[in-house]
């Protein structure tokens, strides 16, 4: 069975909090697959990389979830913000596989694609005049999972925002996934288009879509080993 469209996530698990830049944490999955070390997130497989983001950005912590059962994610969060209130940017990444007791895989058409450290992402961008209360809409989505870690922060999504949304398949089943959301605050006055459904910016208005893709890609940076 293949799929167009994401599960909604349960979390399943305790928070892990924040880090001091510098020190290095299991990740909540595996003591063993991943851990972060300051802005980066090592991965030993699924893929194999480093992961590290711009010194702007601070670590806010990760977390598990279950996918109604149907698959395992591991979510950590970096975002540029003040002590508290609605964070400016931030990168939204999660690690998914599928479990065994089933034989799903990820359904991504490959319209729009970008390397990054030799990765490739199928990626789109997307605006909304509230991207906060997209999040809440199901209580039992990744997204409400992310919503409640910044919100042990005293941190929130932003409302006006701007998100680009990059999938990397690691296997040739499709069965795992990495993906990566990078957001940002549109300020008063922006000319970049909104509306409640959300806006397709990749058609729309191509050439913003371009400008947030390149702001994704400027404070992140991936090496494989």
């Known amino acids: ?49 480093s992961l590290t983001f711009g010194k702007d950005f601070r670590y806010v912590g990760g977390q598990k979830v279950n996918l109604y059962g149907n698959a395992e994610a ?26 065994p007791t089933n034989t799903y895989t990820y359904d991504y058409h490959p319209d729009r694609t970008t390397d990054i450290g030799g990765l490739q992402f199928i990626y789109d961008a997307k605006s909304w005049p509230d991207y906060a209360a997209m999040q809440i809409e199901d209580p039992a989505s990744d997204g409400a999972a992310v919503r409640h ?27 795992a996934e990495l993906m990566i959301i990078y ?11 909104v509306r409640k459904e959300g806006v397709a910016l990749d058609t729309e208005s191509p050439d913003s879509a371009r400008t947030f893709l390149n702001n994704a890609r400027k404070d992140l940076h991936i090496v494989k080993p």
């Not at 042990?152 to 701007?162: E, S």
């Open 1 to 49: 069975m293949t799929r167009s469209i994401r599960f909604t996530f349960a979390v399943s698990a305790a928070l892990i909090a924040g880090m001091a830049l510098g020190q290095s944490t299991p990740s909540p999955a595996s003591p063993h697959l991943r851990e972060v070390r300051g802005q980066t997130i090592v991965s030993k497989e699924l893929p194999a990389a």
């Open 149 to 175: 870690l910044l919100s042990q922060h005293g941190l929130a999504f932003p409302k006006r925002a701007v998100r680009v949304r990059m999938f990397h398949l690691p296997t040739p089943d499709r069965r």
């Open 183 to 193: 957001g940002e605050a549109l300020p008063e006055g922006s000319q970049v288009p």
């Open 74 to 99: 591991e979510q950590h969060l970096f975002v540029k913000a003040e002590s508290r209130g609605a964070v400016e940017r931030f990168y939204w990444v999660q690690f998914e596989q599928f479990f």
